[in-house]
T-cell receptor
């Protein structure tokens, strides 16, 4: 196990609703990245948070937003859910301070939008 | 065009065979993750490397920086190695991972 946890493991929502996904980083890590993985596809980078600030964003609309807290846990919020938002959402934590920083993944939250 | 290209997309082999999965990447990517994903979704980091070779048990990863190419090898493959293997490039400075499309490996007993 990596020490990165995510909640909930599964979630079903309807179109137009809002959802909050949570990630608890591995101890000592200060950076968290969020990824969306649609069925049969590779993960796509949503955004990254470092020291509570967004530090890079992929090609996702503003209705995808996030937070990182002082304890380095993180939330991913998605507003106005669409059917295409159905996917596995993965967070990964790492420690920024060295050269290349290995990312450790959580088990994911599977979101289904009906 | 994806910055990270993997081959093959699918690979089926007999138990005990030597397995090689290849990954090519573009300029701007300075290190690679090799990841394993089992059905159900959880991703496990196998290796992160920016040069040379790393070995862990039956798994070996190599990277050639000049050729921008990396390989993941599995020796004495076993059915429990069946999974999707993904290489992901790291853009130094922004920490963003760019993922390959994955290789679905099936090891038949």
């Amino acid at each position: 196990e990596t020490g990165v946890t995510q909640s909930p493991t599964h979630l079903i929502k309807t179109r137009g609703q809002q959802v909050t996904l949570r990630c608890s980083s591995q101890s000592g890590h200060n950076t968290v990245s969020w990824y969306q993985q649609a069925l049969g596809q590779g993960p796509q980078f949503i955004f990254q948070y470092y020291r509570e600030e967004e530090n890079g964003r992929g090609n996702f609309p503003p209705r995808f937003s996030g937070l990182q807290f002082p304890n380095y846990s993180s939330e991913l919020n998605v507003n106005a859910l669409e059917l295409d938002d159905s996917a596995l959402y993965l967070c990964a934590s790492s420690y920024r301070g060295g050269s290349y920083n290995e990312q450790f993944f959580g088990p994911g939250t599977r979101l289904t939008v009906l | 065009k994806n910055e990270v290209e993997q081959s093959p997309q699918n690979l089926t082999a007999q138990e005990g065979e030597f397995i090689t999965i290849n990954c090519s990447y573009s300029v701007g990517i300075s290190a690679l993750h090799w990841l394993q994903q089992h059905p159900g979704g959880g991703i496990v980091s196998l290796f992160m490397l920016s040069s040379g070779k790393k070995k862990h048990g039956r798994l070996i990863a190599t990277i050639n920086i000049q050729e921008k190419h990396s390989s993941l090898h599995i020796t004495a493959s076993h059915p429990r190695d069946s999974a999707v293997y993904i290489c992901a490039g790291i853009n130094f400075g922004n920490e963003k991972l760019t993922f390959g499309t994955g290789t679905r490996l099936t090891i038949i007993p």
